[in-house]
Each structure stands twice: as C-alpha cells, then as structure tokens.
T-cell receptor, first 114, second 110 residues
Framework: ETGVTQTPRHLVMGMTNKKSLKCEQHLGHNAMYWYKQSAKKPLELMFVYNFKEQTENNSVPSRFSPECPNSSHLFLHLHTLQPEDSALYLC?????????????FGNGTRLTVT | TQLLEQSPQFLSIQEGENLTVYCNSSSVFSSLQWYRQEPGEGPVLLVTVVTGGEVKKLKRLTFQFGDARKDSSLHITAAQPGDTGLYLCAGASGANNLFFGTGTRLTVIP
C-alpha cells in the first residue's frame, strides 16, 4: 500500500460542477500539502496544513477550498472552476521538525475542466 | 517566490551515455532536494543535500550542492532506460517552504 493515496486518479468536470479530491496518508506525518502541476510550469504550492491547521494559502482562488479533518486526511473541494484549472493536483505529506523532511507525494488527480 | 531554473528543459540520450542536469538560482537555500517523477506518478525523493560543496552518490547518480548553496547538479553515468523521467530540484527556505524547479524531462533511448 502506498504511503499517500489520492482519489480519484482522473476527474472530468464542467465549469458549474462541484467535486472533491481526497488524499489519505498512512505515514504518521503531521503536515499535508496540495500542489498544482501544470505543463511547462514549476510545481505550485497551494495549501499547507500543520497538525490540521492551515499555515499557508498561496494566493489560491476561492473556488478551491481545502479541508483537513485530521492529520491523515486532506480534501480539496472544487466549485465553478475554469478551464485553466485543468492540471495534475498532487497531495504530499511530511513530518515537520525532522531535519530536512522530504515530501512524500501521492500519484495525483488528473483534473480536466470542460 | 524563489525561482529555480533547471537546464536543459528536455534531454534525449542513448543508453550508456552520461549526462548532467543543472539547477540554478540567485537565492540561497538551507538545503536542496532532488526528485524524480515518472509518468502517472508523483515525484519521489532521490536525495537531499545540505552543506555547501556537498557531494552525494546514489549508485550511478552523483549530486552536488554548490559552495554558495544557490545551485546544484545531477550527473548520471551510463544512463539506462529506467532513468527516464522528470527530474525536479527543490530548494528549502524556512519551515515548510520548498520551491520547485522548472524540471528536466529525460528520455533514455534503448
């Protein structure tokens, strides 16, 4: 079983739909992240949660709404998205306070907005 | 935002050849990480370098952190098709601040 699991793997949604992305980590980490990966652009940090508290919101539009009910689960609620929001959305976790703690990524959700 | 430029952006080589990928920035980082991402998967950590001038080896991969901690390089010896993927560098600056590079997409042709 992979350490960080994301569902669904693929999602196609219209601009008026509401959907949610789910991330679950089994590594006992206390920090979780949402990243956006678009073609020809560096990985963009969207949100960071430490011990279930949001510590970073990287100027993300309000049509993206994160939720972290506990340190093992992270959601990204989507509504009224735009076609330019089509991308690979990656969830990651890490253990803060452990030196140069690396990120453990899930395999992402490939989102297409039509 | 601290920008990390990677070069080359794309690289296609024959199996057995050597290659070097560069990661450059004008900013100083406390550490630098290298990840590899294969199609359909998330990035996976290869190595973390912390000290300026540090060199780390991982089998056929050699990673170096610049003396000023602003740049890094990844050298692959005798590349194999299994090395194919997107190589990402990421510089750490403060808690939870990891800035990713623009990526190098490597294809190793059998």
């Amino acid at each position: 079983e992979t350490g960080v699991t994301q569902t669904p793997r693929h999602l196609v949604m219209g601009m008026t739909n509401k959907k949610s992305l789910k991330c679950e980590q089994h590594l006992g980490h206390n920090a979780m992240y949402w990243y956006k990966q678009s073609a020809k652009k560096p990985l963009e940090l969207m949100f960071v949660y430490n011990f279930k508290e949001q510590t970073e919101n990287n100027s993300v539009p309000s049509r993206f709404s994160p939720e972290c009910p506990n340190s093992s689960h992270l959601f990204l609620h989507l509504h009224t998205l735009q076609p330019e929001d089509s991308a690979l959305y990656l969830c990651a976790s890490s253990q803060p306070g452990q030196g140069e703690s690396p990120l453990h990524f899930g395999n992402g959700t490939r989102l297409t907005v039509t | 935002t601290q920008l990390l430029e990677q070069s080359p952006q794309f690289l296609s080589i024959q199996e057995g050849e050597n290659l070097t990928v560069y990661c450059n920035s004008s900013s100083v980082f406390s550490s630098l990480q290298w990840y590899r991402q294969e199609p359909g998967e998330g990035p996976v950590l290869l190595v973390t370098v912390v000290t300026g001038g540090e060199v780390k080896k991982l089998k056929r991969l050699t990673f170096q952190f610049g003396d000023a901690r602003k740049d890094s390089s990844l050298h692959i010896t005798a590349a194999q098709p299994g090395d194919t993927g997107l190589y990402l560098c990421a510089g750490a600056s403060g808690a939870n601040n990891l800035f990713f590079g623009t990526g190098t997409r490597l294809t190793v042709i059998p």
